[in-house]
């Protein structure tokens, strides 16, 4: 047949059709449904916004009370997955367990196997979107030696998995109020980002014919990658490195050099700015007069000036992406760096959610299949292991 398009990392191929979000990155334009996300940001919860992925509709009151109910009923894992999660290395690194814990599902649901049964689709979404900030926690509480801490109903969907991250015994945990306002913007500004790595890795999946819990558990893994949701932790381990102000420019210097990248800058489709860094950027204010200044900040403060300016950076058009300052948010609410992902993880299930819905429910997918440009060998004849060398 014809050759193939030759188009590694697919910059100028559309695999789906979808109606859940819209993205201009020459405009820096990011809509949920046609919403644009910073009014979203600015009114909205992440629940609804989930809901708002999923059915594309904001839900009225009464449909968004219902929709929260049902969610916070289902927070609660099996405790065969409280020991999967006890059953890691003290030092495994918290992903791998949400990753585990996620697939495991598959296993203790079985009608999520029922692709084609819309209640059980519905149904098996709910659970997860219940059940991932509780995974996520305890792989979190894990990490730290710390026993688990159980869903709390009184508490909302952020609240909630505050306090099952950092509940002691000797005393309630109740967060304060611009936190937990701050991580629910940051939940709604991570909720979906149309075709990125691990969404595209999540419809992969299912094109196969797979569930929703064993195709998220694929998206995690995409996620847990240093390219795309571990920037937000590289770039703590930049700003660590770096360490002082007076450093910054050797290391623009070497960034230039292609000794290094800068970790929470570029993006495959933002070339002008990333609008969710404007908006995380003010949620950082927010947070720092709850947990005062990270002297961090300074330094990413300078790095974002000198490479603003630079030529470098202007002509190949890079500038902060969302992971720039959202890791800043969480060190300064005292998440060790392995959360970070974990903690894009949480919010970007309603996304995975909503697109592998699409992708089941769209009559043109077909299995995901791309083609090959073959550049190796062809027709050589076989020669026996004592007639080598
Ligand atoms: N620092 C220095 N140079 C860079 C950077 C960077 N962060 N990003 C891109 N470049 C250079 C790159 O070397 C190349 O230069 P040249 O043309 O001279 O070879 C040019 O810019 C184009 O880069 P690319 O790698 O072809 O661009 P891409 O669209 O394939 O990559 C990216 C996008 C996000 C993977 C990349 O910009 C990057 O690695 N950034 C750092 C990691 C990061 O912050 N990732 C988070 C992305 S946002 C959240 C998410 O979606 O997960």
Redesign the pocket.
């Known amino acids: 047949g014809p050759l193939a398009t030759y188009d590694p990392?697919f910059m100028n191929t559309a695999s789906c059709r979808s109606a859940i979000t819209y993205i201009d990155g020459d405009a820096g334009i990011l809509e949920y449904r046609g919403y644009p996300v910073d009014q979203l940001a600015a009114g909205a919860s992440h629940l609804e916004v989930a809901y708002l992925l999923l059915y594309g509709e904001l839900p009225t009151p009464d449909q968004l009370a219902s929709w929260e109910k049902q969610i916070n009923t289902h927070r609660l894992v099996h405790e065969n997955v409280r020991e999967l999660i006890d059953a890691f290395r003290y030092d495994a690194h918290p992903m791998a367990k949400l990753m585990a814990g996620v697939a495991s599902m598959q296993t203790f649901y079985p009608s999520s196997r029922r692709i084609d049964d819309p209640e059980a689709r519905e149904m098996n979404i709910i659970r997860l979107l219940g059940k991932i900030p509780t995974m996520a926690a305890w792989a979190y509480r894990h990490s730290i030696g710390r026993h688990f801490v159980y869903p709390n109903d009184e508490l909302g969907y952020v609240d909630n998995f505050l306090a099952m991250l950092f509940q002691s015994q000797q005393r309630v945990y109740r967060a304060d109020p611009r936190v937990s306002r701050a991580l629910e913007v940051l939940f709604i500004l991570h909720a979906d980002?149309e075709q990125?790595?691990s969404t595209n890795a999540v419809r992969s999946v299912a094109s196969a014919g797979n569930d929703l819990f064993t195709s998220v558990g694929a998206g995690i893994g995409a996620?847990f990658g240093?390219?795309?949701?571990g920037?937000n932790e590289?770039?703590l381990g930049m700003l660590r490195e770096i360490g002082t102000i007076d450093r910054v420019p050797d290391f623009i210097a070497g960034?230039k050099e292609?000794r290094a990248?800068?970790?929470?800058?570029?993006?495959?489709v933002y070339k002008n700015y990333?609008p969710r860094a404007k908006i995380i950027k003010r949620s950082c204010d927010d947070v720092f007069e709850v947990t005062g200044v990270n002297p961090l900040l300074s330094i990413a403060l300078e790095l974002e000036k000198i490479a603003l300016e630079d030529e470098y950076f202007v002509s190949?058009r890079?500038y902060p992406?969302?992971?720039?300052y959202s890791g800043l948010i969480y060190e300064a609410l005292r998440f060790p760096p392995e959360m970070f992902t974990v903690l894009f993880a949480v919010p970007r299930t309603a996304g995975w959610c909503a697109q592998w819905l699409e992708n089941m429910t769209d009559p043109d997918q077909k299995i995901m299949r791309p083609k090959q440009i073959y550049t190796g060998y062809r027709e050589r004849t076989f020669v026996p292991q004592d007639q080598r060398g």
């Open positions: 990392g980002h990125n790595c996620l240093p390219l795309h949701g920037a590289a770039v960034v292609g990248r800068l970790m929470g800058f570029g993006h495959r990333d190949r890079l992406n969302v992971d720039f």
